[in-house]
Structures are given as structure tokens and as C-alpha cells.
């Protein structure tokens, strides 16, 4: 399998992408959370399952994205 520079290029724009969208819902979670704490909860559901949702937060994106980066833009490129 060749490694085509479209798809280097591709991968890098998702990882990017997937970096922001990573940081966007890492703030949510934690707003969500803090909101919880200040109304008198204990965090709820974003407390409980801290490390599991946050690893799936980080996967999905930061794994994923570069992956669909690749793929769509060897597509375009027509390798």
C-alpha cells in the first residue's frame, strides 16, 4: 500500500480538526458537570463516568477523523 501525500495531507487536516472538536466537548462535559455541582448534585452521569466518556471524547475524534481525513482525501485526489 502506498502512502499518498493527499492522504498525509488529509490525515493532518482531520487531526486537527479532531484536536478542536476534542477540546469543544471536553468544555462541554466539564460545563455540564460544574452546572450539575453548583445546582447541589454530585456531578451526575459526567462525574460518574469521567474516565470512560472521556475516552471515547478523545478516540473518536482525534483517532477517527485523521482516518476519514486520509481516506477522503485520496479519494478526491484519485489514488
Known amino acids: 500500500m502506498e502512502v499518498s501525500i493527499a492522504g498525509v495531507i488529509g490525515a493532518a487536516v482531520g487531526l486537527y480538526i479532531g484536536w478542536l472538536d476534542w477540546k469543544i466537548l471536553k468544555g462541554m462535559l466539564q460545563a455540564y458537570e ?16 469521567r474516565a470512560p466518556i472521556g ?25
Do not use: C, E, H
Open 55 to 79: 475516552a471515547v471524547i478523545f478516540g473518536v475524534p482525534v483517532i477517527g477523523f485523521p482516518v476519514i481525513g486520509y481516506w477522503a482525501a485520496s479519494q478526491l485526489a484519485g489514488l
Open 34 to 49: 460544574m452546572k450539575n455541582r453548583q445546582q447541589g448534585g454530585d456531578g451526575g452521569t459526567a462525574a460518574k463516568y
